[in-house]
């Protein structure tokens, strides 16, 4: 089962930041917060990770609680072209597999 | 340059035949993934295969087979095919195993059992 709690749908105008929470309250030590998301049709897409300090790369910005215990993905402004399940993912670290659990995702919906 | 390439995309069949889907990878990654995305959109590991040596088997049906020629290629072939395995079937690939690495994923295939 997946260890994160996501909303199941949310919509943000175009041009305007883009907010996704995620809840993983049960994350340990050394498991990371990744992000990835699926537009229509396509394989899922790599966003961005994080551990404990928040991060930023030219797709979007992750902001993790100091308990780690939630998330915020901020895609900054958004387009009609981030519209797309995106999923939050813990995933441990140091295991001798590296497997995604995906659970049911945000569908973020972009309005023009 | 396509870094994760499936093929086919799609791919229409009869029930009880057995059919192949190819995955290849160009990152120099050292391991490759086949994941299922059923109709109820779930996306869910089946195989990981860590230069060609298998290291994730999750519960599949022993119909499924996944090979891997090459640390660049994991193929899947389904014997006796279902119509429970229509589904789209999307392959990815990481740069490691034991530790944290992100995954690249294919464009998939859509398999349609009739």
């Known amino acids: 089962d997946a260890k994160t709690t996501q909303p199941p749908s949310m919509d943000c105008a175009e041009g305007r930041a883009a907010n996704l929470p995620c809840n993983h309250s049960?994350?340990?030590?050394?498991?990371?917060v990744y992000w990835y998301r699926q537009i229509h049709s396509q394989g899922p897409q790599y966003i961005i990770h994080?551990?404990?300090n928040n991060e930023t790369n030219e797709m979007a910005s992750l902001i993790i609680t100091e308990d780690r215990k939630s998330s915020t993905l901020i895609l900054p402004h958004a387009t009609l072209r981030d519209t797309a399940v995106y999923y939050c993912?813990?995933?441990?670290?140091?295991?001798?597999?590296?497997?995604?659990?995906f659970g049911t995702g945000t569908l973020l919906a972009v309005q023009p | 340059d396509t870094a994760v390439s499936q093929t086919p995309k799609y791919l229409v069949t009869q029930m009880g035949n057995d059919k192949s889907i190819k995955c290849e990878q160009n990152?120099?990654?050292?391991?490759m993934y086949w994941y299922k995305q059923d109709s109820k959109k779930f996306l869910k590991i089946m195989f990981s295969?860590?230069?060609?040596?298998?290291?994730i088997n999750e519960t599949v049906p022993n119909r499924f087979s996944p090979k891997s020629p090459d640390k660049a290629h994991l193929n899947l072939h389904i014997n006796s095919l279902e119509l429970g395995d229509s589904a789209v079937y999307f392959c990815?690939?990481?740069?490691?195993?034991?530790?944290?690495?992100?995954?690249?994923f294919g464009p998939g295939t859509r398999l349609t059992v009739l």
């Open positions: 990152l120099g990654h050292d391991t």
């Open positions: 295969y860590n230069n060609k040596e298998l290291i």
């Open positions: 994080g551990l404990k």
């Open positions: 990815a690939s990481s740069q490691g195993t034991s530790g944290v690495y992100t995954q690249y």
């Open positions: 049960t994350i340990s030590g050394n498991e990371y």
């Open positions: 993912i813990v995933t441990g670290y140091g295991g001798a597999t590296n497997k995604l659990i």
